[in-house]
């Protein structure tokens, strides 16, 4: 097989993939393997002749434009796990297209699910003012999603394949909307996106990475609801997000 046809199988089958999970995944540099025509392969099976077909690349690619009002219609009408029989309304996510800051929480509660929109109970009145207070607004340059769209019954913390479900809707917001930094409010948030079973605790305090984009831990403000004196590192972790922001994002402007 030469490596042209090695490549544009390559290319197919990843489309292919991207059909599959919902959306159409972005190519990193390098990401391309580097293909080489097989050795000591017959001519006339390495060369195709007239009889022979090669295969052509798409022009075009097979999945809908990756856009967020996309990927909220998938969310939409999504049926992947056992949320999708217990849900009043997906709850795909609520905030600016080109944001600073991409916030990911848990899941939706009863207000969530009822009003289908992401952190609008008493969590949602304190996480809002808590990103007022370093600049950030879901109205101005701010989105906020959650590791899974439908409400857990009776709020409990998604299962694993609940969690899996819905991952790559929040890898497509994701790679849509492009932020500058992720904000993972919870462990629940952590765990699932940086693939890690270490929680809040251990991790808040410090920067990691999720495909080049800075994320930064803090607790879920319904947490901070339960236990006021937490509030307290949770200031130092949106000032150090603050910071960092001043360092990559030249439009920010804090308070």
């Known amino acids: 097989m030469t490596a042209t046809e090695k490549e544009t199988i390559y290319t197919l089958l990843k489309t292919a993939a991207s059909g599959i999970c919902g959306y159409t995944a972005p190519t990193f540099a390098g990401e391309m393997p580097v293909f080489a025509d097989d050795k000591?392969?017959?001519?006339?099976?390495?060369?195709?002749?007239?009889?022979?077909?090669?295969?052509?690349?798409p022009s075009a690619p097979l999945t809908p434009p990756n856009t967020i009002d996309a990927v909220a219609q998938k969310i939409a009408s999504c049926?992947?796990?056992?949320?999708?029989?217990t849900r009043t309304n997906v709850v795909p996510g609520e905030g600016v297209l080109h944001p600073l800051v991409v916030v990911v929480g848990e899941g939706p509660g009863y207000q969530e699910d009822m009003s289908g929109r992401p952190f609008v109970g008493p969590a949602g009145e304190l996480l809002d003012k808590m990103l007022a207070s370093i600049g950030l607004s879901r109205k101005t340059n701010t989105f906020i999603a959650n590791i899974v769209k439908c409400r857990p019954p009776n709020n409990r913390v998604p299962y694993p394949d609940e969690a899996a479900a819905c991952e790559s809707f929040l890898q497509a917001q994701i790679f849509s909307l492009k932020p500058k930094m992720i904000l993972c409010a919870g462990s629940?948030?952590?765990?699932?996106?940086?693939?890690?079973?270490d929680g809040v605790t251990r991790l808040r305090g410090n920067f990691y990475e999720w495909n080049g984009i800075p994320v930064a831990v803090t607790f879920h403000p319904s947490a901070l609801l339960r236990d006021t004196s937490q509030k307290r590192l949770a200031?130092?972790?949106?000032?150090?997000?603050?910071?960092?922001?001043?360092?990559?994002a030249p439009e920010y402007k804090p308070n």
Request: net charge positive; charged share 25%.
């Open 235 to 248: 200031w130092e972790d949106l000032k150090m997000m603050r910071a960092r922001l001043q360092e990559i």
């Open 188 to 197: 629940t948030a952590a765990k699932n996106l940086l693939k890690t079973t």
């Open 79 to 85: 049926t992947r796990c056992a949320l999708a029989k």
């Open 40 to 57: 000591d392969v017959p001519s006339a099976v390495a060369e195709p002749n007239a009889t022979q077909k090669t295969i052509a690349a």
